[in-house]
Nanobody, 125 residues
Framework: QVQLVESGGGLVQAGDSLRLSCAASGRTFSSNAMGWFRQAPGREREFVAAISWNGRDTNYPNSVKGRFTINRDNAKNTVSLQMNSLKPEDTAVYYC??????????????????WGQGTQVTVSS
């Protein structure tokens, strides 16, 4: 199986930047598409970013396009999310996720099979 551990969350001011990291373990990591999702209290889990197995294709919703960048380093078994120009509405628990049998960076929550524990991001006004 694939195990995922997020880090890098915290409290920042609106307009600031933050970088999240996800450390993966498991021999199948390099063939898996990876994604970031977020969930605020009382809301459904929301797609944030995804990246293909080889890092050549990325996928973002309009809410973060141009502000967030997903990247991966298969040699280090890590995935990152660089978040710039943060807004209060970005406040949520952010989760790293991996697909088990596909390298395609889809946006649907139920396409992903492994999930990290989540890391809190809070953006103050």
């Amino acid at each position: 199986q694939v195990q995922l551990v997020e880090s890098g969350g915290g409290l920042v001011q609106a307009g600031d930047s933050l970088r999240l990291s996800c450390a993966a373990s498991g021999r199948t990591f390099s063939s898996n598409a990876m994604g970031w999702f977020r969930q605020a209290p009382g809301r459904e889990r929301e797609f944030v970013a995804a990246i293909s197995w080889n890092g050549r294709d990325t996928n973002y919703p309009n809410s973060v396009k141009g502000r967030f960048t997903i990247n991966r380093d298969n040699a280090k078994n890590t995935v990152s999310l660089q978040m710039n120009s943060l807004k209060p509405e970005d406040t949520a628990v952010y989760y790293c996720a991996a697909r088990l049998r596909s390298g395609v960076p889809t946006s649907r929550t139920n396409d992903y099979d492994y999930w990290g524990q989540g890391t809190q991001v809070t953006v103050s006004s």
